[in-house]
């Protein structure tokens, strides 16, 4: 009866690995989709473009429809706004830090 058992559980296992394994999209299929994030995040709707057409070579599956409504998405979602220049940023910070140590350097009230 226990090795019934340990055969059975076994299985079970065996099986739901398997399927675990085959719910994974293939690695085309993922190199696609983060082509199309490179391509919304760095306002290039060429490789937008580039993807959804390898997107409409590959064949249908679930996984991939929804990746091609993903890309036609990103294709006309407005890019998101660049980063702000990091010099800028750098300088804002430097001319804060003088207001910010004189703060510092004063007593608290009630405290001497």
Known sequence: ???TKSLLLGAV???CASQAVQSQPPAELLDLAARVH???YHAD???IETAEAALDR???SPEV???RDFAALRRVQPAVPAAPDS???TNARAAMLPRACRSLSRPMHGYS
Do not use: I, K
Request: net charge neutral; proline share 5%.
């Open 1 to 3: 009866m226990g090795l």
């Open 13 to 15: 296992a065996s099986a």
């Open 38 to 40: 490179y391509g919304y």
């Open 45 to 47: 709707a060429r490789a």
């Open 58 to 60: 590959l064949p249908d």
């Open 65 to 67: 429809l929804y990746y």
């Open 87 to 89: 010099s800028a940023l």
